[in-house]
């Protein structure tokens, strides 16, 4: 179905984009880059220009390296109240601004409107999570097991750290970054994605009207990443590099850690399996099956990407699902009563339609969807295909589009087996309405996450990360703070 709903006008998307700052931030001053030099934004629902945005060199990241090394030692000495006081502030103007910003990111990413303002409020949760935890950082005062000597334990923040984050969510996986940064009193440098740079200007533009001092964020956007952020990750200023991206890059990334023994947090890709029990509500499965699948039409790192169904009930769910994923409605995010959004660009399109023949190759049956369609924009309509064989490429490769495949299995095992065959692990889906059972598998699933008769697992007070090709650390939660947090041990003599 294609959206018919009232079309966005030129002007309100001039006026949001136009309000958006569109150089590097360095040091609390907008800059441009070395040479002028600037890169293209794309709306990937037509394909054309919004904007451009400065292109920063090795020497224009190394000045952003170099304003955060300078602006950590007083930025450490500021209380905990003031930095908790700056992401409120943050966390406000997030919620005033929640149209426009909303409206800006659709532009740049797609998403549906909705989707974008759902966004924005997960984004500044993360900033009144961490604006919680600024003012509990704890420590500790202990008798040696011997007697004599004290223990004395306290928490300081790592130093400069280096962020990087995808363009999927580009507001959220920012915050989710910078929020603990700040809080823990760590400088930073942030490079977001080259497809999505605006909704983060946007953000670093509040965070310097929240009064977050000179030098403490800086901002550097880039074409070439790889260029600009391998000198500042190899340069032994910067002591954290936080990443959230494939786990290809974040391979790269981890070696050119070691280099100093950067400390490293990493949230990479996923390949989540989506499993149904013969016992579980098909109603609330289907429900949980959509959310899973289609949040951000499919782009996102905890999307279902493979989807087990007992062969009891695998014809009826597949029957219900096929039929509500033919009832969205495809079309540009700033459209009225969208609720499917473009891909990011051609490269996404062509690998779903390529992973989507390569299913039916191997035999799978399509029942709905499949067919990439014609004229501008990158979009792809939402698929259901059954019988997908476990040596389809979709079966070990994120599909990263709105594309749901099922296989079906007979028992439990082999369903926990199928779903642990992949060297990712970040979240699972389980449907069952079996309470054993359901802790049972919950537990001998290879996944940092693991949404139990629910379709979304996202909290900015839960620990979200993978395990094994998932990452390392956690975001968000009790112990997101941690990561930007060092443990100083010192010892006392009585
Ligand atoms: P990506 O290609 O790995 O890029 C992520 C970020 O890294 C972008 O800012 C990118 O910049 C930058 N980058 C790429 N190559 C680099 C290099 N050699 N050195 C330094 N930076 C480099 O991933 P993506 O396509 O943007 O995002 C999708 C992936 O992210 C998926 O695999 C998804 O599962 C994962 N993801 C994981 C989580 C999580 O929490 N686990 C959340 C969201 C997404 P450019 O724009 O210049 O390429």
């Given amino acids: 179905m294609v959206s018919t709903g009232t079309p966005d006008t030129t002007s309100t998307q001039e006026a949001v984009v136009q309000a958006v700052p569109k150089q590097l931030f360095i040091d609390g001053g907008w800059v441009d880059a070395e040479g002028g030099k600037r890169f293209d934004v794309l709306d990937p629902s037509t394909g054309e220009v919004l904007c451009s945005v400065a292109d920063a060199s090795p020497a224009d990241g190394r000045k952003a390296l ?69 003012v509990r950082i704890n420590g500790g005062y202990q008798v040696a097991p011997a007697g004599g000597s004290r223990f004395l334990v306290t928490r300081q923040p790592v130093g400069p750290c280096l962020l990087i984050t995808p363009w999927n969510f580009p507001m959220a996986m920012g915050t989710r970054k910078i929020g603990p940064a700040i809080a823990a009193g760590c400088t930073s440098v942030i490079k977001p994605a080259h497809q999505t740079p605006l909704s983060m200007l946007a953000f670093i533009d509040i965070l310097r009207e929240a009064g977050v001092p000179d030098g403490v964020v800086n901002c550097v956007t880039a074409m070439d990443s790889g260029g600009v952020m391998e000198p500042l990750i190899r340069s032994g200023l910067a002591r954290k590099l936080s990443f959230t991206g494939s786990t290809k890059v974040g391979k790269i990334l981890l070696e050119q850690c070691a280099e100093h023994v950067l400390r490293t947090s990493m949230e990479l890709g996923g390949n989540a399996p989506f499993i149904v029990f013969e016992d579980a509500d098909l109603d609330e499965a289907v429900q949980g099956a959509m959310a899973a699948k289609m949040r951000n039409m499919g782009e996102a790192c905890t999307a279902a990407n493979r989807i087990y169904v007992h062969e009891s ?62 004229g501008a924009g990158y979009f792809y309509p939402p698929t259901v295909l059954t019988g997908v064989s476990k040596d389809a490429r979709m079966a070990t490769e994120e599909i990263f589009g709105p594309v749901a495949p099922l296989t079906p299995f007979s028992e439990e095992e082999e369903a926990i087996k199928a779903a642990n065959d992949t060297e ?71």
Avoid at 68 to 76: C, K
Avoid at 108 to 122: N, Q, V, W
Avoid at 315 to 342: C, S
Avoid at 428 to 434: E, G, K, P, Q, S
Wanted: glycine fraction near 12%; hydrophobic fraction near 45%.
């Fill in 313 to 374: 009930v695998i014809d009826d769910f597949g029957k219900r699902l096929a039929e509500t994923m033919a009832g969205l409605t495809v079309g540009r995010g700033v459209d009225e009563g969208t609720t499917v959004g473009p891909l990011i660009d051609d490269a996404a399109q062509n690998k779903v339609s390529e992973l989507v023949a390569d299913a039916v190759e191997r035999g799978a049956e399509l029942l709905t969807g499949g067919q990439t369609p014609d």
């Fill in 66 to 134: 170099d304003a955060a090394v300078a602006a950590q030692a007083s930025f450490a000495a500021t209380s905990p109240r003031e930095r908790a006081d700056m992401l409120m502030r943050a966390f406000d103007l997030l919620h005033e601004r929640i149209d426009d910003l909303a409206r800006l990111m659709t532009l740049e990413m797609g998403k549906p409107l909705a989707e974008a303002k759902g966004e924005i409020s997960y984004a500044a949760e993360f900033l009144r999570h961490f604006a919680g935890e600024a």
């Fill in 424 to 494: 990712f692990g970040l979240v699972a889906y389980v449907y069952t309405n079996d309470l054993r059972r359901s802790l049972r598998v919950a537990e001998a699933l290879e996944s940092g996450m693991v949404g139990l008769n629910q379709g979304v697992v996202s909290n900015p007070a839960a620990p979200f990360g993978g395990v094994k090709q998932s990452g390392l650390g956690r975001e968000g939660g009790p112990t997101g703070i941690d990561e930007f947090l060092e443990t100083k041990y010192i010892g006392i003599t009585m």
